[in-house]
């Protein structure tokens, strides 16, 4: 088989890697239409798709053109790479639905008002359909303004409805990037608790991806601080609901609001099977 033949059969398995194996077609015609659509609109999946045919079959003549022939074995390695280290592009499409919704928040840090975020589908290349109803029903929603209801970022990236289903046995989800920092208190405190002027000094210390150190602490994160202690006897437990929400606040568009008792992760299918209604 030519490698432009092969290029052509790993391209329609990336195609419908990328959309969980969910794609309808009526003809190989148009499945190959919207697959090199797909790739020419999204420069990101070009780019990381390329980088994964040069690995096995160089860099001399781009996506296709090489007459050379492969066998079977040279094409089952390459669909090996796509799935194992799939997860190295879905951070990078991760970090762009992050930057996009980073990109619209308003006064309250890690908040996109929900009337903007609908208005976005507009004007930026993803798509927020998902209703009212569903981004609650995933904890992404804040309502405690119900004339302002507005969506938390972290919240909605790292949801159940934005995970690729890539086979029966695992999804790929967007990153907590949240639990690499309290990875790190752990590390620092060696305890699940402390006093809080100690947590203040270490997360003044502590950079993110969007956040700089040091830096520090505005007196509302402090004073809430001091209120958790004194709710837990004079320390901090940081592996509470209430340091959870600190969290969240101190680093607003990587730690996500925890999530309220009884709701569950649901993808957008499994969400109307029970709900019976609309996304």
């Given at each position: 088989?030519?490698?432009?033949?092969?290029?052509?059969?790993?391209?329609?398995?990336?195609?419908?890697?990328?959309?969980?194996?969910?794609?309808?077609?009526?003809?190989?015609?148009?499945?190959?239409?919207?697959?090199?659509?797909?790739?020419?609109?999204?420069?990101?999946?070009?780019?990381?798709?390329?980088?994964?045919?040069?690995?096995?079959?160089?860099?001399?003549?781009?996506?296709?053109?090489?007459?050379?022939?492969?066998?079977?074995?040279?094409?089952?390695?390459?669909?090996?790479?796509?799935?194992?280290?799939?997860?190295?592009?879905?951070?990078?499409?991760?970090?762009?639905?992050?930057?996009?919704?980073?990109?619209?928040?308003?006064?309250?840090?890690?908040?996109?008002?929900?009337?903007?975020?609908?208005?976005?589908?507009?004007?930026?290349?993803?798509?927020?359909?998902?209703?009212?109803?569903?981004?609650?029903?995933?904890?992404?929603?804040?309502?405690?303004?119900?004339?302002?209801?507005?969506?938390?970022?972290?919240?909605?990236?790292?949801?159940?409805?934005?995970?690729?289903?890539?086979?029966?046995?695992?999804?790929?989800?967007?990153?907590?990037?949240?639990?690499?920092?309290?990875?790190?208190?752990?590390?620092?405190?060696?305890?699940?608790?402390?006093?809080?002027?100690?947590?203040?000094?270490?997360?003044?210390?502590?950079?993110?991806?969007?956040?700089?150190?040091?830096?520090?602490?505005?007196?509302?994160?402090?004073?809430?601080?001091?209120?958790?202690?004194?709710h837990h006897g004079g320390r901090v437990p940081i592996h509470g609901r209430l340091f959870a929400?600190?969290?969240?606040?101190?680093?607003?568009?990587?730690?996500?609001?925890?999530?309220?008792?009884?709701?569950?992760?649901?993808?957008?299918?499994?969400?109307?099977?029970?709900?019976?209604?609309?996304?």
């Amino acid at each position: 088989m030519a490698r432009s033949e092969v290029t052509d059969v790993l391209m329609s398995f990336f195609y419908s890697f990328e959309f969980g194996h969910n794609v309808s077609v009526s003809s190989y015609g148009e499945l190959k239409y919207r697959q090199q659509r797909h790739l020419r609109v999204h420069a990101t999946a070009r780019a990381w798709f390329q980088d994964v045919i040069d690995r096995h079959f160089g860099r001399e003549h781009g996506l296709l053109g090489n007459s050379k022939l492969h066998d079977f074995r040279e094409a089952v390695g390459v669909v090996a790479d796509l799935s194992q280290n799939y997860h190295t592009f879905d951070e990078l499409e991760c970090r762009d639905l992050k930057a996009t919704l980073a990109g619209m928040q308003g006064r309250q840090p890690g908040r996109v008002r929900l009337s903007t975020f609908y208005n976005a589908t507009t004007y930026t290349r993803w798509a927020f359909t998902e209703g009212k109803e569903l981004l609650h029903s995933l904890g992404a929603l804040d309502d405690t303004d119900p004339r302002n209801p507005s969506v938390v970022i972290p919240n909605y990236a790292m949801s159940r409805s934005n995970c690729l289903d890539a086979s029966h046995l695992f999804s790929i989800c967007c990153r907590n990037s949240c639990e690499g920092m309290m990875g790190h208190l752990e590390a620092e405190l060696a305890s699940d608790g402390a006093d809080p002027e100690e947590i203040a000094a270490l997360i003044g210390q502590l950079p993110s991806e969007s956040v700089e150190a040091p830096r520090t602490l505005p007196q509302s994160l402090l004073s809430r601080l001091d209120e958790i202690a004194v709710h837990h006897g004079g320390r901090v437990p940081i592996h509470g609901r209430l340091f959870a929400q600190w969290m969240h606040h101190a680093y607003p568009l990587e730690c996500p609001y925890p999530h309220e008792q009884g709701l569950s992760p649901q993808t957008s299918a499994e969400w109307k099977s029970v709900a019976g209604a609309g996304a």
